[in-house]
């Protein structure tokens, strides 16, 4: 079992920076991890993941460049760096697991541990 619990959200100006982390309790190992985003009355859609090795990331269009994902697996962390923030970004992300793909996913039924989102707000 594995718990994830994300920190870093908030309130900031459009071309503003956010970092989001995210800490799990349980290993792991082997799994890709993705952070996902919610706007109100949108389905959840991918923003980035990474593999479990760290050496292959992808990056919805929308965020490529603006964007960085990383993890540090002695620290079971998985971090979101947000820079150029747009009001488009407004929205829950979330941190994800997934047990089965160890190079990550876009398919949100891959993932198998989420945690309980943050909330960004970028102003105009």
């Known amino acids: 079992q594995v718990q994830l619990v994300e920190s870093g959200g908030g309130l900031v100006q459009a071309g503003g920076s956010l970092r989001l982390s995210c800490v799990a309790s349980g290993r792991t190992y082997g799994y890709g991890m993705g952070w996902f985003r919610q706007a109100p009355g949108k389905e959840r859609e991918v923003v980035a993941y990474?593999?479990?090795?760290?050496?292959?990331?992808y990056y919805t269009d929308s965020v490529k460049g603006r964007f960085t994902i990383s993890r540090d697996n002695d620290k079971n962390t998985v971090n979101l760096q947000m820079n150029n923030l747009k009001p488009e970004d407004t929205a829950v992300y979330y941190c994800a697991a997934a047990t089965r793909r160890y190079r990550g996913s876009t398919d949100v039924n891959d993932y198998d541990y989420w945690g309980q989102g943050t909330q960004d707000t970028v102003s105009s």
């Open positions: 990474i593999a479990w090795t760290g050496s292959g990331t």
